[in-house]
């Protein structure tokens, strides 16, 4: 028989202080994970998601800071506006990609400032050979036209959310090539859709060979390359570095990374959350420059060390280049080089060379 003094009350209450104890345990957990977790786990999809590609690969470091910038987007937002993040190159080319973004199956995209040229003319007046001396130079520019090239993706149906960079563009060759003769002849790597490339090419007799880019290493271990021209970051991740014995020391050219939104997406965000989006997306391309400023100059330095021999043109030769690329831009249609932008640009930048007592 089972009386009031040996009931399983007192097991009852040991279970239920085992539980109370788990529970404590628990609100312990959360709480301290709140405060190292630095955002939120949103489950629930966004009431806003926009499907973003970049150009960053699959589980690189360049694709966490886009991870990181979707997570305080959401926080930021309570939820409401978020990315759905494809990697580098899974949606095709930036022509294919940005065909899906025109009919509207993505709805924001990172471009290279160089197939962005093809919506917005005004911003291949940044991708001028020579241009450019430093990043400093690049930074204050852009600041200064951000507004002008803004205006001009407006114009065609597009929202600037943001400016990175694939860096300064070096000139890489299979032999030494210093003065403006050294070029006649060469088989220099071209593209399709590259007119002030071309124009520069036409002046100094080179022999263009028409190549994709995924094919550019082979042609040059088979000798079809002789120069090719790229990032140091790019050339090292692509192996294109073991098959060049140059690189000059001259940057020749700048290329950014545009990311940019549909207008008819943008325009279901809310004020507040439009300020938002812009705001964090400008800081994270921000942490991306940042990044690949570091690794281009840190693949150039490993490219040298592992025997890639420096080129070092004289200042009167690249007088000469220079001379060379004006006879070249004369010839490019204003059309596809505005020279009130250009003037614009040079002007930002020679102010800019005075204030620091410095000439072109």
């Given at each position: 028989?089972?009386?009031?003094?040996?009931?399983?009350?007192?097991?009852?209450?040991?279970?239920?202080?085992?539980?109370?104890?788990?529970?404590?345990?628990?609100?312990?957990?959360?709480?301290?994970?709140?405060?190292?977790?630095?955002?939120?786990?949103?489950?629930?999809?966004?009431?806003?998601?926009?499907?973003?590609?970049t150009m960053a690969p699959e589980n690189?470091?360049?694709?966490?800071?886009?991870?990181?910038?979707?997570?305080?987007?959401?926080?930021?937002?309570?939820?409401?506006?978020?990315?759905?993040?494809?990697?580098?190159?899974s949606l095709g080319d930036e022509r294919d990609v940005f065909r899906k973004l025109r009919?509207?199956?993505?709805?924001?995209?990172?471009?290279?400032?160089?197939?962005?040229?093809n919506i917005n003319p005004d911003l291949r007046t940044l991708q001028v050979p020579f241009l450019f001396n430093n990043y400093q130079e690049v930074d204050y520019v852009l600041d200064k036209m951000v507004g002008d090239f803004d205006q001009g993706f407006a114009k065609s149906g597009y929202q600037i959310?943001?400016?990175?960079?694939?860096?300064?563009?070096?000139?890489?060759?299979?032999?030494?090539?210093?003065?403006?003769?050294?070029?006649?002849?060469?088989?220099?790597w071209s593209t399709t859709n590259a007119p002030m490339a071309n124009a520069v090419f036409a002046k100094a007799e080179v022999s263009p060979v028409n190549v994709g880019a995924p094919d550019v290493l082979v042609a040059l271990q088979t000798n079809l390359l002789e120069?090719?021209?790229?990032?140091?970051?790019?050339?090292?991740?692509?192996?294109w570095y073991t098959r060049i014995k140059y690189i000059t020391d001259v940057p020749l050219s700048y290329v950014g990374i545009g990311l940019i939104i549909s207008s008819k997406t943008f325009s279901r965000?809310?004020?507040?959350?439009?300020?938002?989006?812009?705001?964090?997306?400008?800081k994270y391309l921000r942490l991306l420059t940042e990044k690949t400023r570091k690794d281009n100059q840190q693949a150039l330095e490993l490219m040298f060390k592992r025997g890639v021999k420096r080129i070092t043109i004289e200042p009167n030769e690249l007088n000469r280049f220079k001379e060379l690329l004006d006879q070249a831009t004369a010839d490019i249609d204003p059309k596809v080089l505005p020279r009130d932008t250009l003037q614009k640009v040079t002007k930002t930048l020679d102010d800019y060379r005075a204030s620091k007592g410095e000439t072109k």
């Open positions: 028989m089972i009386t009031l003094e040996s009931s399983p009350r007192p097991a009852n209450k040991r279970h239920f202080g085992i539980i109370r104890s788990r529970v404590f345990a628990l609100g312990i957990f959360l709480f301290f994970f709140a405060l190292v977790c630095p955002f939120p786990l949103h489950s629930a999809q966004p009431q806003h998601e926009i499907k973003l590609a690189s470091s360049l694709m966490k800071i886009f991870q990181e910038m979707n997570g305080e987007l959401l926080q930021e937002t309570g939820g409401r506006v978020g990315f759905k993040l494809f990697s580098g190159f009919i509207g199956l993505i709805h924001a995209a990172a471009f290279s400032s160089t197939f962005l040229s959310l943001g400016w990175s960079e694939i860096g300064f563009i070096y000139v890489m060759t299979t032999v030494p090539v210093s003065k403006v003769e050294d070029w006649k002849g060469k088989k220099v120069a090719v021209y790229n990032s140091p970051y790019y050339a090292l991740v692509t192996q965000l809310s004020p507040q959350d439009k300020e938002t989006t812009i705001r964090v997306c400008k």
